[in-house]
């Protein structure tokens, strides 16, 4: 059992830092989506089963200027309520006199939220006395905003210098997403698969150089294939091409090389002499590509052949989309990939899908559950698996 599972925190009001950054309707400010309020309800709800009592602060948005009514986190409240099945207080203000008022009267199995932490500079700037001052409204510190982990801010990583160590605490969503991340990285069974995809080869650098050193195979697909089949001498026609990143593509198949890492690339590609749903489509293979045309999924073969990978995979980590999947002609690769990976998962195999757009693909098409884990953290899973080190979980473990 966790340090914080096996903790008692009874009579103990406990500050958790959540990552409640929900997109709301422009108009109407509702929410749209509240993954992320469900995905930090165990931690709150362990610690009132508890007999403690609970001071949510999160971010909304990014606020220019101090306080702004659209940033604001009482739009959250009423759904915050109805979630927890408690009468959520609210703070107008994260720091001062009434949040000081309203957290010291909080009683056993009360919730107190308080207002946007990013209507102070001093939290992103990562002040000190700013730190110092949210950190007296509580007894002990927990972090279970994974989201923004990778952000050396004064709620999630400078606060901890004032609480002892033995009143830090991952929350049970911050330990499940690094228990995930550990699994693929540091713990992985072989075959280890990396299935890396999305528009742009320099986005993904740190992350493949890292995965060089930990999987079996990679698997590259998206947009940044075609700068590695225009650096090995392919014809690409229209494709996406990072020019600048030629030389860096050959380094990495030379380094896969080196390293004993099979690198495999998309043997056919699906083709649009558009970028746009309506185009006139075709196959090629994707290192044979007509003037005027470009890859914009993955074709038949290659789905094949990726698939073929994944399923003898033993830990997968996918990070990518293999196409344009946001249109309905381009998306049949994704799916296949993730139809691969839900099937690989059923036999027994790690799945982790994390980071950015692989994420809204397997939500899209329904594979949330048939996977092993999805990340709710997109930068900060990127920056984990870039290999560096964050400061929100830093700071817990220190
Ligand atoms: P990323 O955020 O780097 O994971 O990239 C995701 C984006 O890459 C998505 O919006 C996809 O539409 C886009 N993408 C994937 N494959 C291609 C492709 N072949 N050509 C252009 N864009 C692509």
Same mark, same amino acid.
């Given at each position: 059992? =966790?340090?914080?599972?096996?903790?008692?925190?009874?009579?103990?009001?406990?500050?958790?830092? $959540?990552?409640?950054?929900?997109?709301?309707?422009?108009?109407?400010?509702?929410?749209?989506?509240?993954?992320?309020?469900? +995905?930090?309800?165990?931690?709150?709800?362990?610690?009132?089963?508890?007999?403690?009592?609970?001071?949510?602060?999160?971010? /909304?948005?990014?606020?220019?200027?101090?306080?702004?009514?659209?940033?604001?986190?009482?739009?959250?409240?009423?759904? /915050?309520?109805?979630?927890?099945?408690?009468?959520?207080?609210? +703070?107008?203000?994260?720091?001062?006199?009434?949040?000081?008022?309203?957290?010291?009267?909080?009683?056993?199995?009360?919730?107190?939220?308080?207002?946007?932490? *990013?209507?102070?500079?001093?939290?992103?700037?990562?002040?000190?006395?700013?730190? @110092?001052?949210?950190?007296?409204?509580?007894?002990?510190?927990?972090?279970?905003?994974?989201?923004?982990?990778?952000?050396?801010?004064? =709620?999630?990583?400078?606060?901890?210098?004032?609480?002892?160590?033995?009143? *830090?605490?991952?929350?049970?969503?911050?330990?499940?997403?690094?228990?995930? #991340?550990?699994?693929?990285?540091?713990?992985? @069974?072989?075959?280890?698969?990396?299935?890396? %995809? %999305? +528009?742009?080869?320099?986005?993904? !650098?740190?992350?493949?150089?890292?995965?060089?050193?930990?999987?079996?195979? !990679?698997?590259?697909?998206?947009?940044?294939?075609?700068?590695?089949?225009?650096?090995?001498?392919?014809?690409?026609?229209?494709?996406?091409? @990072?020019? @600048?990143?030629?030389?860096?593509?050959?380094?990495?198949?030379?380094? #896969?090389? #080196?390293?004993?890492?099979? !690198?495999?690339?998309?043997?056919?590609? $699906?083709?649009?002499?558009?970028? =746009?749903?309506?185009?006139?489509?075709?196959?090629?293979?994707?290192?044979?590509?007509?003037?005027?045309?470009? %890859?914009?999924?993955?074709?038949?073969?290659?789905?094949?052949?990726?698939?073929?990978?994944?399923?003898?995979?033993?830990?997968?980590?996918?990070?990518?989309?293999?196409?344009?999947?946001?249109?309905?002609?381009?998306?049949?690769?994704?799916?296949?990939?993730?139809?691969? $990976?839900?099937?690989?998962?059923?036999?027994?195999?790690?799945?982790?899908?994390?980071?950015?757009?692989?994420?809204?693909?397997?939500?899209?098409?329904?594979?949330?559950?048939?996977?092993?884990?999805? =990340?709710? %953290?997109?930068?900060?899973?990127?920056?984990?698996?870039?290999?560096?080190?964050?400061?929100?979980?830093?700071?817990?473990?220190?």
């Amino acid at each position: 059992m =966790s340090k914080f599972s096996n903790h008692n925190f009874a009579n103990q009001k406990a500050l958790i830092r $959540v990552d409640f950054n929900v997109p709301l309707d422009k108009s109407t400010f509702a929410i749209t989506d509240d993954t992320r309020m469900r +995905a930090a309800l165990p931690t709150i709800q362990k610690i009132l089963n508890d007999g403690g009592s609970v001071i949510l602060m999160s971010h /909304l948005g990014r606020p220019k200027d101090g306080p702004e009514d659209k940033y604001s986190l009482k739009h959250i409240l009423t759904h /915050l309520s109805n979630l927890l099945k408690v009468q959520v207080k609210f +703070a107008d203000d994260c720091i001062g006199a009434s949040a000081i008022e309203l957290a010291s009267s909080l009683k056993a199995g009360e919730v107190l939220l308080l207002e946007n932490l *990013r209507f102070y500079k001093q939290e992103e700037k990562g002040d000190e006395a700013f730190a @110092e001052k949210l950190s007296k409204l509580g007894d002990v510190w927990v972090n279970d905003a994974f989201g923004t982990a990778h952000r050396a801010h004064a =709620s999630t990583a400078v606060i901890a210098k004032f609480f002892p160590k033995e009143k *830090r605490f991952f929350g049970l969503l911050m330990e499940a997403e690094v228990n995930a #991340a550990e699994k693929v990285l540091h713990k992985s @069974e072989k075959p280890f698969v990396a299935i890396i %995809g %999305g +528009a742009k080869v320099s986005d993904k !650098i740190l992350i493949i150089e890292n995965l060089l050193e930990r999987a079996t195979d !990679i698997i590259i697909g998206g947009g940044m294939a075609y700068t590695f089949m225009k650096a090995q001498g392919g014809q690409i026609g229209k494709s996406l091409c @990072e020019e @600048e990143r030629l030389q860096t593509a050959l380094e990495i198949l030379n380094k #896969a090389v #080196a390293k004993d890492v099979n !690198i495999h690339l998309p043997s056919d590609s $699906v083709i649009a002499d558009n970028f =746009s749903n309506d185009a006139n489509v075709s196959t090629a293979p994707s290192n044979n590509i007509p003037d005027g045309w470009m %890859g914009l999924d993955i074709a038949d073969n290659a789905q094949q052949q990726f698939a073929n990978v994944i399923k003898k995979s033993k830990t997968i980590l996918w990070n990518g989309p293999m196409g344009v999947f946001e249109m309905s002609k381009f998306q049949h690769g994704t799916k296949a990939i993730a139809i691969a $990976v839900a099937e690989a998962t059923q036999n027994g195999a790690f799945s982790l899908v994390g980071g950015g757009d692989s994420v809204a693909a397997v939500n899209q098409f329904g594979f949330a559950n048939k996977v092993s884990y999805v =990340s709710t %953290g997109g930068g900060a899973m990127l920056e984990y698996f870039e290999g560096k080190i964050l400061p929100g979980i830093a700071a817990v473990n220190e």
